[in-house]
């Protein structure tokens, strides 16, 4: 079992950053995959960036990238998303998700594990 707790969520401007941190327990985030989804009322659920626990290979919709940056320290059993260059169009719920494979699949349901998510707002 993994479970997790996000944090770093809130009201910000347009073309600002923010970071949003995914603590872990339970298991290590060093192995297993840790993805980043995002909702908005009356959507589906929607990916935004994973990391694998081989190899710390990465993955990002292309609505991010170049955008957002994914990161974990397996010392501190921690998950980040740095987001910078925000848009109106980011803001939603964003969940932190883990899954026991190695893959970064885009679909929500292949994820084992999510957090209770973290508001993001972003004002234009």
């Known amino acids: 079992q993994v479970q997790l707790v996000e944090s770093g969520g809130g009201l910000v401007q347009t073309g600002a950053s923010l970071r949003l941190s995914c603590a872990a327990s339970?298991?290590?985030?060093?192995?297993?995959?840790t993805g980043w989804f995002r909702q908005v009322p009356g959507k589906e659920r929607e990916f935004v960036a994973a990391i694998s626990w081989v190899g710390a290979s990465t993955s990002y919709a292309e609505s991010v990238k170049g955008r957002f940056t994914i990161s974990r320290d397996n010392a501190k059993n921690m998950g980040y998303l740095q987001m910078n260059s925000l848009k109106p169009e980011d803001t939603a719920l964003y969940y932190c998700?883990?899954?026991?494979?190695?893959?970064?699949?885009?679909?929500?349901?292949?994820?084992?594990?999510w957090g209770q998510g973290t508001q993001v707002t972003v004002s234009s």
């Open positions: 339970g298991r290590s985030l060093g192995t297993v995959t």
């Open positions: 998700a883990a899954r026991r494979g190695a893959n970064m699949p885009p679909s929500s349901n292949e994820y084992d594990y």
